[in-house]
T-cell receptor, first 115, second 113 residues
Framework: NAGVTQTPKFRVLKTGQSMTLLCAQD?????MYWYRQDPGMGLRLIHY???????AKGEVPDGYNVSRLKKQNFLLGLESAAPSQTSVYFC??????????????FGPGTRLTVL | QKEVEQDPGPLSVPEGAIVSLNCTYS??????FMWYRQYSRKGPELLMY????GNKEDGRFTAQVDKSSKYISLFIRDSQPSDSATYLC?????????????FGKGTLLTVNP
């Protein structure tokens, strides 16, 4: 099992460029999440999905779009990158919550710099 | 007031010390309390979780929840250099459909050999 994988690991963009971050999980999890992590800000939820074909906004959704066409994949898009989107992006997945901690499994992260 | 408050540190201790990490929260609906550990340049991973109040022990780690004070703690006994990481508390409501976690900002811990 690879767990949660993210592509790419690093990327440098110029302001106004677009890109897509890919997240894949092989644990058959229902829920998937995109976070950004900035110094002093902690983990902030961008968008999440409760199942294939569904998406919802998190805490900081502006400037991002997502799609979950397949259960195992969750894509995060930046249509017109801005320097404020320089961050480390983490994808996570979790199983259907049936009590318990609903542990979220995180990917290794994507370091994005927008110049 | 933020839902979850966590002192970011940094915290630096000598090897073998007892470490205490803490979070406070304001939302009384939180029922599940978790501690994630994040090594440098890695994703967070779940270390421990506790349901409602009480203590839970796992080896050198003990998690405590005091719901009356809205305060949670993680204790690390006999700390090791390999414990050097950022520790994030996280919480969620009870209920099958509430899958979102609210994270603290994390505390950076360094254990010096």
């Amino acid at each position: 099992n690879a767990g949660v994988t993210q592509t790419p690991k690093f990327r440098v963009l110029k302001t106004g460029q677009s890109m897509t971050l890919l997240c894949a999980q092989d644990m058959n999890h229902e829920y998937m999440y995109w976070y950004r992590q900035d110094p002093g800000m902690g983990l902030r939820l961008i968008h999440y999905s409760v199942g294939e074909g569904t998406t919802a906004k998190g805490e900081v959704p502006d400037g991002y779009n997502v799609s979950r066409l397949k259960k195992q994949n969750f894509l995060l898009g930046l249509e017109s990158a801005a320097p404020s989107q320089t961050s480390v992006y983490f994808c996570a997945s979790s199983p259907l919550a049936s009590g318990g901690a609903n542990e979220q499994f995180f990917g290794p992260g994507t370091r994005l710099t927008v110049l | 007031q933020k839902e979850v408050e966590q002192d970011p540190g940094p915290l630096s201790v000598p090897e073998g010390a007892i470490v205490s990490l803490n979070c406070t929260y304001s939302n009384s609906a939180f029922q599940y309390f978790m501690w994630y550990r994040q090594y440098s340049r890695k994703g967070p991973e779940l270390l421990m979780y506790t349901y409602s109040s009480g203590n839970k022990e796992d080896g050198r780690f003990t998690a405590q929840v005091d719901k009356s004070s809205k305060y949670i703690s993680l204790f690390i006994r006999d700390s090791q250099p390999s414990d050097s990481a950022t520790y994030l508390c996280a919480m969620r409501h009870r209920g099958g459909s509430n899958y979102k976690l609210t994270f603290g900002k994390g505390t950076l811990l360094t254990v010096n050999p």
